[in-house]
């Protein structure tokens, strides 16, 4: 098992299986423009492995640092005795979300009755009403990794180890949740299990 090829597939995997279904608000150039009048984009987050990029540095076709998804490896051990191995991954979410923009309102539909549409008027456009409620932004993300990781025995050949928990939190600091508000962090963490290939040259001439 090369630790580089595990991180890269999970990576790769996070991105078309988790960030391909989520949709989240892109922060403005300028992260104090938070008052009204910035009208946002909805992005899909990008999928990082190890760490996440600052602005400067971002790969081709990515919006921001924000919102997105990093894989980073925590531990790992390899059994000799089993042939074996078990690695512990985490993801960290990223979002950023100030406050309750006009375009996140929804009122009944006047031409299709049962249905919904979004306030799309130029007072929308100028609404905006600061507040904490960002949060719900990161564990909604938190929630469809959950469910596609749930419903997911094995990730391109690496089996999601069934008897070890799932584990989620917040982002924390000395067992406190900081306040880095409009930005919202949080993880989720599993362990893979994989084969041990070993080559050793002293066994080659009992081959």
Known sequence: MSIVHLIDTITAWADKHICQKVKLKLPAEN????????????????????????????PPNVHAPIPSLCVRILAGEDHLASNDGIAELQMCF???????????????????????????TEEARQYFTRNGAGWRDIWNFVDVALRVV?????IEGYQIEP?????????????????????????LSFKIKYPLVRNIEDYQKFL
């Open 163 to 187: 008897n070890a928990p799932i584990k989620f939190g917040p982002l924390t600091e000395q067992e406190a949740i900081p306040d880095f508000y409009p930005l919202w962090f949080a993880w």
């Open 31 to 58: 992260l104090e423009a938070n008052d009204a009048g910035y009208h946002y984009t909805l992005v899909t987050p990008a999928a990082f492995a190890v760490y996440t990029p600052t602005s400067e540095k971002l």
């Open 150 to 154: 749930e419903s997911t025995p094995i």
């Open 94 to 120: 990223s979002a950023w979300d100030p406050g309750l923009h006009g375009a996140d309102i929804f009122h009944p539909s006047k031409d299709k009755p049962g249905t919904w549409e979004r306030w799309d």
